[in-house]
């Protein structure tokens, strides 16, 4: 990985401006408040590499399906959290030239992203082809105090030169994304207007009837005094802009534009009050100015790092790494609204399309459960639980019966968008998860009424698909469950996966406790729930317990080590210090069939099952594994050095602790 930020313990700093760096700095720079977010693009024109990105929370798009081999079972759609109206431009017009920094010459440029505030700063200097030199400095924020609103304050001072200035602050609907699977555009416009000086845009996705509202008030001051201006509205297809003429700034004075925004999407508000929304809440939003939004916005994350941070002394690269986790994962999802969820890249960017993957409930969960209050994770739990219907749907779509729920691999609204066989009817641990987060909620907050009302309908449909995915083998005299893909997704198709075989075990036997538990306490809620969802308590809890008895759960003989899956131990064993450092990571460098036939493991797998269910397992056993593991996994997805880190940890290896981690 390239190194190019500067090591501080708050802040991300970039010195220098290298265009090299334009499009991983605007994601690693991103900012955002769990409703909106953003990359953090520049706000003046660019017209160098650079991936454009404003997206709302729960905001998609149906992107219709693009495979080479279709097959039975595969989605129409993938449903993707989509660019959405840029509203941070403000276009810098220089007599005839448009301040672009692809175009200047760069003489200094810091960027800075203040984890504690949640602000991204930005100042450079740069001289255009004209020679015209100038001086910019920016600061914006999304306003984690208000989720509506965010400012921007871009300050330009003419350096050598007395010209006319042009300033454009816009609001343009007319985006895209790179990874449109059509090259079809998502928005169509509803509604713009510039009155009382708000601009405002309405866009609308062609598909789903999804509505974004953006207001913008943009005002001015010349070395620090405010100047009234009128504006020239330009208006473009999806696009409204408010142009201003200045001829009055001379030589080393500085124009400050702040731009205030106001922008509510219709998960919140009504498509034909969003005007009237937007005019009520931007004077009182600019009236309170820069300052006083940034000190509400400031005392929220504040209170939000009083719970959650953590400190790391001696180690200030660590320190800034886990402080730029916490900050990605509160910027992404603040757990007020249950019908979000996390992107497993937040609002950095399009991969995984803003999705909900398993990476919510075993990796996020245990974040928000400890640092928030107990709705947040409710809410997450919440989230799985409406979408309960349509995991149940899932499964009668690859054939499963009597409310057997698969939940997808990926989703927004609880339809699969996934379309990898290997990976969307494969990669059927996630439904484990999704059980195990419910026990972590349990086990942390003793919410046993969620159990009550909604855990225990969601684990008896996980646990129904349990049963039917499992066969009886007559060889093995064992139930299996074959052609599975674990947790390493360098193995498709495999059988016995000891993960997946463990954690549907587990989640049979749970869900037995559980209706135990329920029946104890909540006897009325049971019994209304056993009529709602057809429940043969005592025959569908027999067969649970026969599968529990005998699944297999394939190990390597004579010793403590489970095995990942059958056949595994016929491959090369090799250790990933055999694979030279030019060929990593493998699956930049190897084809698909050479990865799928070593024993590399791309991300924890035994070892994610031993982290979940450490205290099951001796000392002895979870050293072992870990030691067999550890050295045949190539760790390429984030999702692994934490894990195993943490299952080091548990060993007493530290200094292996400390170097995953
Ligand atoms: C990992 C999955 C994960 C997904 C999204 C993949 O690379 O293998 O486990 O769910 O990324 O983060």
């Not at 969960?365 to 309960?388: D, E, G, H, I």
């Not at 907050?445 to 646990?463: C, F, P, Q, W």
Request: hydrophobic letters at 35%; aromatic letters at 16%.
């Amino acid at each position: 990985m390239k190194k190019y930020l500067e090591v501080d313990e708050w802040k991300i700093i970039e010195k220098g401006f290298d265009p090299s760096n334009v499009e991983s700095s605007e994601s690693i720079f991103s900012i955002g408040n769990g409703k909106m977010g953003q990359r953090a693009n520049f706000e003046e024109h660019y017209s160098g590499h650079s991936l454009q990105g404003n997206y709302f929370a729960g905001i998609f798009y149906p992107d219709k399906t693009r495979v080479g081999w279709w097959k039975i079972g595969y989605p129409e759609y993938f449903g993707k959290m989509i660019n959405s109206v840029n509203w941070i431009g403000i276009d810098i017009i220089l007599g005839n030239e448009i301040l672009d920094l692809a175009k200047c010459t760069v003489t200094e440029f810091y960027r800075e992203l203040n984890m504690y505030d949640g602000l991204l700063a930005r100042s450079f200097t740069a001289i255009t082809k004209e020679g015209k030199t100038v001086k910019v400095f920016t600061r914006r924020f999304i306003s984690m105090a208000d989720f509506k609103t965010a400012v921007i304050e871009y300050s330009i001072t003419p350096i050598n030169f007395n010209d006319t200035i042009y300033v454009m602050s816009y609001l343009d609907g007319d985006v895209k994304n790179r990874d449109s699977n059509y090259k079809e555009k998502f928005w169509d416009e509803a509604e713009k207007c510039f009155d009382k000086e708000i601009a405002f845009l309405r866009v609308k996705t062609k598909k789903l009837d999804f509505h974004v509202g953006c207001g913008m008030k943009t005002e001015f001051y010349l070395n620090d005094k405010k100047i009234f201006k009128n504006a020239e509205i330009i208006k473009k297809d999806k696009y409204i802009g408010t142009r201003y003429f200045f001829n009055e700034i001379k030589q080393n004075e500085t124009l400050k534009i702040t731009k205030f925004l106001c922008n509510i999407t219709s998960l919140d508000c009504y498509p034909d009050k969003m005007l009237e929304e937007i005019t009520n809440n931007l004077p009182m939003i600019s009236n309170k100015g820069f300052n006083t939004l940034f000190e509400e916005h400031c005392n929220s994350w504040h209170k939000k790092w009083e719970k959650c941070d953590i400190k790391i002394e001696g180690d200030i690269e660590a320190q800034q790494g886990i402080r730029f986790n916490i900050f990605q994962l509160n910027q992404t999802y603040t757990g007020e609204d249950e019908r979000l969820n996390i992107g497993p890249k937040g609002f950095t960017g399009e991969k995984y399309g803003g999705g909900t993957y398993w990476d919510t409930e075993a990796f996020c969960f245990p974040f928000y459960l400890c640092t928030s209050n107990q709705n947040v994770a409710r809410n997450l739990l919440l989230y799985r639980y409406k979408q309960l219907p349509k995991a149940i749907e899932n499964g009668q779509k690859l054939g499963f019966t009597d409310g057997a729920a698969l939940f997808p691999m990926v989703t927004v609204n609880g339809e699969e968008c996934h379309n990898e066989w290997e990976i969307t009817f494969e990669e059927i641990h996630r439904n484990g998860a999704i059980a195990y987060a419910i026990y972590n909620y349990i086990r942390h907050t003793d919410d046993e009424e969620y159990l009550a009302k909604y855990g225990l309908e969601v684990l008896i449909a996980i646990s129904r698909f349990w049963k039917q995915r499992v066969n009886f083998s007559s060889v093995k005299n064992k139930y299996v469950i074959l052609g599975v893909t674990g947790p390493n997704e360098y193995e498709n198709n495999v059988n016995n996966n000891w993960y997946t075989n463990y954690i549907a075990r587990w989640t049979l036997q749970y869900t037995i406790d559980v209706i135990d538990l329920v029946k104890s306490k909540y006897i009325d809620i049971y019994n209304s729930l056993i009529k709602k969802i057809n429940f043969d308590e005592s025959k569908e809890i027999k067969v649970w317990k026969n599968i529990i008895d005998n699944l297999y759960l394939p190990i390597i003989e004579n010793t403590n080590i489970f095995l990942q899956q059958e056949g595994y131990l016929d491959k090369e064993m090799l250790t990933s210090k055999d694979i030279p450092q030019d060929q990593r990571p493998i699956n930049q460098h190897w084809s698909w069939d050479r990865i799928l036939r070593s024993c590399f493991i791309k991300q924890a797998d035994v070892i994610q099952g031993i982290y979940f269910f450490i205290d099951q397992f001796t000392f002895d056993q979870v050293k072992e594994n870990f030691y067999f593991y550890e050295p045949k996994t190539v760790h390429e997805s984030s999702l692994s050095p934490s894990i195993y880190s943490v299952v080091a940890s548990h060993i007493g290896d530290i200094n292996k602790a400390y170097e995953l981690y």
